[in-house]
């Protein structure tokens, strides 16, 4: 069953507009959030991540919030440029455990911003 | 400058055969990791380790082997058991959860 789920495998946006990518999970005991970012033939990037104390946390054009009594979380680029155009991971752990604090990640977006 | 080389970044075997994929890091971290990407997928966890000398299986472990002799290296071995090893694998290294994984670049292995 999965626990993080990425339910858009595609997103297309018009480059300066905002893309939003979703993400829900399933484990309460989730309690920090990241968001990878993969381009073909790479491995993954750190974009930003969230703690569970938060709702909300920004990084220039990147900001993630996180609903946790949806346990729901976003992230939105803004302005999207066309050099975001990647597969976007979201990536969730739990302090306490079986997966002993280890990063569970979603399906992935895959994000298209046209020129 | 510090990282996680993976090596070779593409490799052919044939149906039968075991090969190892290299991974290894400098940064000194703890735990470290072993993903595939298959499309469609997302990264699924093969095997992990968060110390010398231990490993655990991850989701799709069968097929797969690890060691994890020093702290800077951990070897992925694909063996002949593994019935679709054609993938791309990705290795990474982790001090703590906060500061999340650090991954290399992959390895494309394909099987002819």
């Known amino acids: 069953d999965q626990q993080v789920k990425q339910n858009s495998p595609s997103l297309s946006v018009q480059e300066g507009r905002i893309s939003i990518l979703n993400c829900d999970y399933t484990n309460s005991m989730f309690d920090y959030f990241l968001w990878y970012k993969k381009y073909p033939a790479e491995g993954p990037t750190f974009l930003i991540s969230?703690?569970?104390?938060?709702d909300k946390n920004e990084d220039g054009r990147f900001t993630v919030f996180l609903n946790k009594s949806a346990k729901h979380l976003s992230l939105h680029i803004v302005p999207s440029q066309p050099g975001d155009s990647a597969v976007y991971f979201c990536?969730?752990?739990?302090?306490?455990?079986?997966?002993?604090?280890?990063?569970?990640f979603g399906k992935g977006t895959k994000l298209s911003v046209k020129p | 400058d510090g990282g996680i080389t993976q090596s070779p970044k593409y490799l052919f075997r044939k149906e039968g055969q075991n090969v190892t994929l290299s991974c290894e890091q400098n940064?000194?971290?703890?735990?470290m990791y072993w993903y595939r990407q298959d499309p469609g997928q997302g990264l699924r966890l093969i095997y992990y380790s968060q110390i010398v000398n231990d490993f655990q299986k991850g989701d799709i472990a069968e097929g797969y082997s690890v060691s994890r002799e020093k702290k800077e290296s951990f070897p992925l071995t694909v063996t002949s058991a593994q019935k679709n090893p054609t993938a791309f694998y990705l290795c990474a290294s982790s001090q703590n959860r906060v500061y999340g994984y650090t991954f290399g670049s992959g390895t494309r292995l394909t099987v002819v």
């Open positions: 940064l000194n971290h703890d735990a």
């Open positions: 990536a969730a752990s739990a302090r306490y455990g079986g997966s002993q604090g280890n990063l569970i």
């Open positions: 969230i703690s569970s104390i938060k």
